[in-house]
Every structure is written in structure tokens, then in C-alpha cells.
């Protein structure tokens, strides 16, 4: 039989790191396209960098919406176990669950 266990504040953990990536890798493009000869001491560094940010533009851009995506989804991952957890607590422990679902009452035909 199989085992599969889950840590929901892990999840948490890793959609947080998820948007950090994501926000750091724009945060790195855009500082990197801002880099002059004066901070780097050499006109022909500042153009390398340049050529790198350009280069490389749009596959950072879409790793970072990746990332960003990712992040959405095990964050909701993340939510989904934690609420499922909690359902079985309360029901083991006999208490009413803090929120229900909402009941469809439309009438049937």
C-alpha cells in the first residue's frame, strides 16, 4: 500500500521562495540593464552585460512567470492539504467545522 504524506507549511514555504525567485530574477534584469562603464570600470564589461540582459531578456522573463505560476499553484496545493488537515481534526475530534461550504438551494425540478 502506499504512504504519501504531506506538509502543507512546507508548501507554503515553497510558493513564498517561488515569488522571490520570480521577483528577484526581475529585479536582477532590470539592474543589470542599468550597469554603465562608470560601475564597472570598462566600457567593454557594461557592453557584455548589456549583450547578457538582452540576450537572455526573454527567457528570464519567462522563467520568472513560471516561477510566479508555480508559486500560485503550490500555494493553493498548500491550502487545499491544510483545509483537508484541519476537516479531519475537527471531525476526529467530534468539534463542527469552522466554515462549511455553501449549500446549493435551487430547487430541484
Not at 487545499?80 to 430541484?108: C, F, K, L, V
Amino acid at each position: 500500500m502506499s504512504h504519501i504524506e504531506v506538509e502543507p507549511e512546507e508548501l507554503t514555504g515553497l510558493a513564498s521562495s517561488l515569488n522571490q525567485f520570480s521577483s528577484a530574477g526581475k529585479d536582477a534584469g532590470t539592474a543589470l540593464g542599468a550597469v554603465t562603464a562608470q560601475h564597472t570600470g570598462h566600457a567593454g564589461l557594461a557592453d557584455a552585460v548589456h549583450g547578457f540582459v538582452s540576450d537572455w531578456e526573454f527567457s528570464l522573463t519567462k522563467i520568472g512567470e513560471n516561477a510566479a505560476a508555480m508559486a500560485g499553484k503550490v500555494g493553493q496545493a498548500g491550502q487545499g492539504y491544510q483545509m483537508t488537515e484541519d476537516a479531519i481534526a475537527n471531525a476526529a475530534s467530534g468539534s463542527a467545522p469552522a466554515e462549511q461550504a455553501p449549500t446549493d438551494t435551487t430547487p430541484g425540478p
